[in-house]
């Protein structure tokens, strides 16, 4: 049983260009969240999907971010116009269960982001 | 905002020698996971303990809750080279989000 699938493992881009991360839950898994770690840090929370809607995106900021889990295909995060600052790495995790908070979340190893 | 707080934030022991890392959190619970993240990797689920345990042991792992104080240790016994990475706690709430610590670096010499 495959886990979760992150690609591309690292992504570079140029200030002002798109990033298109892409995360495959865990197979029977309908539950996705995205993360965000800078080196040396904790996880920040970026947004909570589940098949076709957005659930919770109280940690993603509202410009130049956006998410999506379709019906079919892998979950996308998206940044549009990259800065700098946008550097770090972006996880995803998975679960089955409804009420995310009670069940191990299970993580892929994640995309770094680069911005030139 | 970041409710776990690991302490502490490094450690460096002998390999054979036990590990012990805390987390503290804020508010109330309704579990407490610990995870490990190896460099470079995504992190990977180590115990869950609700909020009426107080002890859980996996392996070479112990970890204890103590609500009335909100906080949790893991404890590593006989570590391994293996067992250098970092270390997070998690709470959850009555909602679904995880609230992650920033935590605990731990670095088995051999």
């Known amino acids: 049983n495959a886990g979760v699938m992150q690609n591309p493992r690292h992504l570079v881009r140029r200030r002002g260009q798109e990033a298109r991360l892409r995360c495959s839950p865990m197979?029977?898994?309908?539950?996705v969240y995205w993360y965000r770690q800078l080196p040396e840090e904790g996880l920040k929370f970026m947004v909570y999907l589940q098949k076709e809607n957005i659930i919770d995106e109280s940690g993603m900021p509202k410009e130049r971010f956006s998410a999506e889990f379709p019906k079919e295909g892998p979950s996308i995060l998206r940044i549009q116009q990259v800065v700098r600052g946008d550097s770090a790495a972006y996880f995803c995790a998975s679960s089955p269960d409804k009420k995310g908070y009670d069940s191990p979340l299970h993580f892929g190893n994640g995309t770094r982001l680069t911005v030139t | 905002s970041q409710q776990g707080e690991e302490d502490p934030q490094a450690l460096s022991i002998q390999e054979g020698e036990n590990a012990t890392m805390n987390c503290s959190y804020k508010?109330?619970?309704?579990?407490l996971q610990w995870y490990r993240q190896n460099s470079g990797r995504g992190l990977v689920h180590l115990i869950l303990?609700?909020?009426n345990e107080r002890e859980k042991h996996s392996g070479r792992l112990r970890v204890t809750l103590d609500t009335s104080k909100k906080s949790s240790s893991l404890l590593i016994t006989a570590s391994r080279a293996a067992d250098t990475a970092s270390y997070f706690c998690?709470?959850?709430?009555?909602?679904?989000?995880?609230?992650w610590g920033a935590g605990t670096k731990l670095i088995i010499k051999p």
């Open positions: 197979k029977g898994h309908s539950h």
């Open positions: 998690a709470t959850g709430d009555s909602n679904y989000q995880l609230i």
């Open positions: 508010t109330s619970i309704n579990n």
């Open positions: 303990i609700r909020s």
